[in-house]
């Protein structure tokens, strides 16, 4: 399956940003799917994470955990990450994985597809 992420752009701390990941070819439903992102200088780090469709399970690093929402739409076969009350060390490029697996998980060693990333800039 093919990922891509969208959405990404410039805002004020405080602010909101609404990213997605789509996929080509395949309903993302039977897939788990996984935010991640990278920093300058940083390791990759998860982010937030949606077990496949008939689970409905999420999972949240506590960095985001009350601010960030994981959500599937089904009508656009796509995962979003609704992102709330931006902070400066929000910024990062976001990336989007998925595995053919039904368990969430922060892991991302377990992700076996990537899309390309969108670069979120979170301005004090």
């Known amino acids: 399956v093919q990922l891509q992420a969208s959405g990404g752009g410039l805002v004020q701390a405080g602010g909101s940003l609404r990213l997605s990941c789509a996929a080509s070819?395949?309903?993302?439903?039977?897939?788990?799917v996984g935010w991640f992102r990278q920093a300058p200088g940083k390791e990759r780090e998860f982010v937030a994470a949606?077990?496949?469709?008939?689970?409905?399970?999420?999972y949240y690093a506590d960095s985001v955990k009350g601010r960030f929402t994981i959500f599937r739409d089904s009508a656009k076969n796509t995962v979003d990450l609704q992102m709330n009350t931006l902070k400066p060390e929000d910024t990062a490029v976001y990336y989007c994985?998925?595995?053919?697996?039904?368990?969430?998980?922060?892991?991302?060693?377990?992700?076996?597809?990537w899309g390309r990333g969108t670069q979120v800039t979170v301005s004090s």
């Open positions: 070819g395949r309903s993302l439903s039977t897939y788990r």
């Open positions: 994985a998925a595995s053919g697996t039904d368990v969430a998980s922060p892991h991302k060693h377990e992700y076996d597809y």
């Open positions: 949606t077990a496949i469709i008939w689970s409905g399970a999420t």
